[in-house]
């Protein structure tokens, strides 16, 4: 399937041309692990360590794509959805310039200070060192205890002990009034912003955060030792990537992959990315506690207004119901491109919205995939441009299936890549997933899958 070493990979699809709308039985994966779609290497990792986001996939998904297909220094890898930067730090360690889009300004940012390096790393020491006898020296001033009522939206104080609040409160303030230069203040403001979860004293894991008012009663986490190990942290990181890297350019690009981006026709060599799954995760609430904190938004409709409605459609929250109708809400240029596609998605649509009438939540999974799908479309069309003839395009995607009617992404993602004039696609399984809802009588019987979807131009 593919040489030893770092050789370029000749095809490793399987072999034959037009496919049935059935799913294609899976070829032996070339990839290592069940758990590359997942973020849990990450965790581990330099540098991708440093926000924990549970959307994002391993950065070892990043490494082996690029070896399977032969990527070298000088060609260029596209990541329509780039998250916190992971295809981007990786292709950044090994000298490939690369060029991701990311539509959530706030994790945008993220990536934006994962990706910068170019310290004096003995000045950044010392800086880390002035700042944190600064933090001590005020938080131990009775006279500067900070006054925090007001502040925050409410989520924010049933998160944490008072105290605890009020450290990363001040902490916050130094940095913001403080520290003047730019890229030291994000580089402590990031290290901050993954200080929250740690430091919380109620329920804060992902996808969805479970406060209960503290009042106290709980014994603090110590806010300032969880802020000033994650800053430590941070520099080791960024002392161990640091030395001669290959130089490349990086473009990490706030934006929409819906849309034609500054790329030339043929530029690509390999996309890779993990595009939103279909399974009403809402990739805007993810990120409330982190936004809350800062003060970037204060509501659910600010979070709407600033981040929601600019993401692709991937959960009921974003679908208002009456700027849509079932029947029309799946682009036409689908039927064009991918007849049997159009048709088989229809069907679900109707489906779900004959169901949504039996549900008590109503909820709007009709529309949720009808759009899902008008939206990838899109972003298939743009990413086949881009890329060179015999260039391939690798997604990690989930399947779903809404009030149990099953919708396999990854099978109907690979049609539509057929259609928009990809030549080739393959499926990889990487695991099963939603068995440990299976307690749950709300929740389907249905087994849910993983995998890697490889689309070859």
């Not at 020491?125 to 005020?138: E, P, S, W």
């Not at 990490?252 to 790329?263: A, F, I, P, Y």
């Not at 600033?306 to 700027?323: I, P």
């Not at 039996?358 to 999974?365: A, E, L, M, R």
Request: hydrophobic fraction near 35%; include cysteine.
């Amino acid at each position: 399937m593919r040489q030893s070493g770092r050789g370029r990979v000749i095809d490793p699809t399987p072999k034959g041309g037009g496919l049935s709308l059935a799913r294609r039985p899976q070829a032996e994966t070339p990839y290592s692990g069940r758990e590359l779609g997942t973020f849990k290497d990450s965790l581990r990792a330099p540098i991708h360590r440093w926000f924990r986001y549970p959307a994002g996939y391993s950065f070892r998904f990043v490494d082996e794509s690029l070896d399977l297909f032969g990527v070298t220094p000088g060609e260029w890898v596209y990541d329509p959805f780039s998250g916190t930067g992971t295809t981007l730090i990786c292709t950044k360690q090994k000298g490939i310039n690369s060029y991701g889009v990311e539509a959530h300004s706030f994790v945008h940012w993220v990536a934006e200070v994962k990706l910068y390096w170019d310290y004096d790393y003995r000045h950044l020491g010392r800086a880390i060192d002035v700042f944190l006898k600064m933090a001590r020296k005020t938080a131990a001033s009775a006279a500067s205890r900070p006054t925090i009522e007001g502040v925050f939206p409410e989520l924010v104080y049933k998160c944490y002990h008072p105290s605890d609040l009020e450290k990363l409160y001040t902490l916050r303030e130094l940095m913001t009034n403080e520290i003047e230069d730019v890229r030291f203040r994000d580089f402590l403001r990031l290290a901050l912003t993954d200080t929250l979860r740690g430091a919380a004293a109620a329920g804060t894991g992902w996808p969805y955060i479970s406060p209960r008012k503290n009042t106290g009663n709980q014994s603090p986490k110590n806010a300032f030792a969880v802020f000033e190990k994650t800053v430590w942290q941070m520099y080791h990181d960024l002392r161990v990537v640091s030395g001669s890297l290959p130089p490349c350019e990086i473009r990490n690009v706030l934006g929409d992959s819906r849309r034609k981006q500054e790329l030339d026709d043929g530029q690509v060599s390999l996309a890779l990315t993990s595009p939103p799954y279909l399974n009403n995760y809402d990739y805007a609430d993810r990120t409330r506690l982190e936004t809350y904190f800062w003060g970037i938004a204060n509501s659910w409709g600010e979070i709407t207004e600033k981040f929601r409605d600019r993401l692709m459609v991937a959960a009921t929250t974003q679908v208002v119901r009456n700027h849509h109708t079932p029947e029309t809400a799946l682009s036409r240029e689908i039927l064009e491109a991918a007849p049997e596609v159009y048709r088989t998605v229809q069907e679900a649509v109707n489906r779900l919205a004959e169901l949504r009438l039996t549900k008590g939540g109503k909820k709007d999974y009709d529309l949720m995939v009808a759009l899902y799908f008008s939206h990838i479309f899109a972003v298939l069309r743009e990413t086949h441009r881009v890329l060179k003839p015999g260039g391939h395009f690798c997604l990690v995607l989930g399947d779903s299936a809404p009030y149990g009617v099953h919708i396999e992404t990854d099978n109907l993602i690979g049609q539509l890549g057929l259609g928009l004039g990809f030549s080739k696609y393959s499926y990889y399984q990487l695991r099963t997933r939603g068995g440990k809802w299976k307690e749950n009588p709300q929740r389907h019987s249905i087994p849910l899958r993983e995998g890697i979807v490889i689309l070859k131009k």
